[in-house]
């Protein structure tokens, strides 16, 4: 099994709601991600968890809040998000934080906030 | 600061030869990864490089330059599912820990 599932595939949610996205890996890999991408543009890296302990957060607002309850499972919180965080979730997985390989990536969340 | 740069767009004809090129400035360099991308998908391995040199996967080739910056994605005879965005990533532990860094990425088209 050499997939990341993530779920839902689409979210549509309003600015008052809260809601989580799921990401899910049984490789055995120690280290997960979470990255935002806009239209057009390249992932941007939010947060990263090794071992599930947050290693990273890139100065990522709090209205997002990340979850790492186990080694297998990674959630994304979303609570009072605003129009602009409309864009595709990409969660992703590797090995270690120290070990140098590729990622694997789930195909994502797409999240429209109204 | 951390900088990695590709062209926008590309255009290319189907069973021809293009070059994705991509420069990078990092502070901790530990290896540079190609990622394809099609529209609302996630992003799918290609290709990798630590050394300098060439690295050949079938169709794909990469290469790099670590004293110069720089790297690029070879695609031989271009089919038309090749048209998707590709994305330069570098591994980077400048900041004490390791991240993977997305480069602005190319949208490739190919013709037929």
């Known amino acids: 099994d050499t997939e990341v599932t993530q779920t839902p595939k689409h979210l549509v949610m309003g600015m008052t709601n809260k809601k989580s996205l799921k990401c899910e890996q049984h490789m055995g890999h120690r280290a997960m991600y979470w990255y935002k991408q806009k239209a057009k543009k390249p992932p941007e890296l939010m947060f990263v968890y090794s071992y599930e302990k947050l290693s990273i957060n890139e100065s990522v607002p709090s209205r997002f809040s990340p979850e790492c309850p186990n080694s297998s499972l990674l959630n994304l919180h979303l609570h009072a998000l605003q129009p602009e965080d409309s864009a595709l979730y990409l969660c992703?997985?590797?090995?270690?934080?120290?070990?140098?390989?590729?990622?694997?990536f789930g195909s994502g969340t797409q999240l429209s906030v109204l | 600061g951390q900088n990695i740069d590709q062209p926008t767009e590309m255009t290319a004809t189907e069973g021809a030869i293009v070059q994705i090129n991509c420069t990078y400035q990092?502070?901790?360099?530990?290896?540079l990864f190609w990622y394809q991308q099609h529209a609302g998908e996630a992003p799918t391995f290609l290709s990798y490089n630590v050394l300098d040199g060439l690295e050949e996967k079938g169709r794909f080739s990469s290469f790099l330059s670590r004293s110069k910056g720089y790297s690029y994605l070879l695609l031989k005879e271009l089919q038309m599912k090749d048209s998707a965005s590709y994305l330069c990533a570098v591994r980077d532990a400048g900041s004490g820990t390791y991240k993977y860094i997305f480069g602005t990425g190319t949208r490739l088209k190919v013709l037929a």
């Open positions: 992703a997985s590797s090995q270690t934080v120290a070990t140098n390989e590729k990622l694997f």
């Open positions: 990092t502070s901790g360099f530990n290896g």
